[in-house]
């Protein structure tokens, strides 16, 4: 799997962070998703995939390879 993430659409409600902290983050300056790593482990894919289904402004992309 992979995660990509649109930071022009992100508005930085942060639910990303909050469903897996170990992916994702928010930038300090800008508020905006930060992937920490963009091939999550695989103990981390349904935690991920689920933040993509929150996103409320659709910033998150999950590609299964």
Do not use: H, N
Not at 22 to 38: C, P, Q
Not at 41 to 64: D, W
């Amino acid at each position: 799997m992979r995660v990509v993430a649109d930071t022009d659409r992100c508005i930085g409600s942060g639910l990303c962070m909050l469903k897996e902290p170990a992916v994702f983050d928010l930038d300090e300056d800008e508020g905006i998703v930060v992937l920490l790593s963009s091939r999550p482990p695989g103990g981390t894919a349904e935690r991920v995939r689920e933040a993509a289904r929150l996103c409320p402004s659709g910033a998150l992309t999950v590609i299964e390879d």
